[in-house]
């Protein structure tokens, strides 16, 4: 017959599996807590448009909302070239700059999950996201655009 394990051995292997229900614990203590944050922060519903930004205009088609920053040089670029389509859009287009330049915004940068400066987002007025740019194309956003609000 066998030998029982010496008092070592066994208090390594309990040690071993407090060690790692432990870890276990944190990890999914840490992951309740990320799904609770980002829940409340709004990112599980990042394809909705927020109330504040909903368009007041009867005739508005689409929301375009510009995510940018001062020190982008490629948001500058893109600067005269969604003006002047705002401009042609007229009422059809109700437009939000959201500006990522300090920390006022942050959340909904998390929200919406910004990681390139300038992104433009697209909405029905309704809410409901439609399309997504990232980077500076003008031709692309203004056939998007163009397109949304026919």
């Known amino acids: 017959m066998g030998?029982?394990?010496s008092k070592e051995v066994s208090t390594r292997r309990v040690f071993w599996f407090k060690t790692w229900?432990?870890?276990l614990g944190v990890v999914l203590g840490l992951l309740f807590l990320a799904f609770g944050v980002l829940g409340s922060m709004g990112m599980l519903q990042a394809n909705e448009l927020p109330e504040e930004w909903r368009p007041k205009s009867k005739e508005a088609k689409a929301v375009l909302v510009e995510f940018s920053a001062k020190w982008c040089s490629t948001c500058q670029f893109m600067k005269p070239y969604v003006a002047q389509l705002v401009k042609d859009s007229g009422t059809k287009l109700s437009y939000v700059y959201v500006d990522l330049?300090?920390?006022d915004n942050m959340d909904k940068a998390v929200r919406f999950n910004i990681q390139v400066t300038p992104t433009y987002l697209l909405f029905e007025p309704s809410g409901s996201l439609l399309n997504r740019l990232e980077g500076g194309?003008?031709?692309v956003l203004e056939d998007t655009v163009t397109k949304a609000i026919k």
Do not use: I, V, Y
Request: glycine share 8%; charged share 25%; no cysteine.
């Open 101 to 103: 330049s300090g920390f």
């Open 21 to 23: 229900a432990a870890r």
């Open 3 to 5: 030998s029982l394990p």
């Open 137 to 139: 194309d003008p031709e």
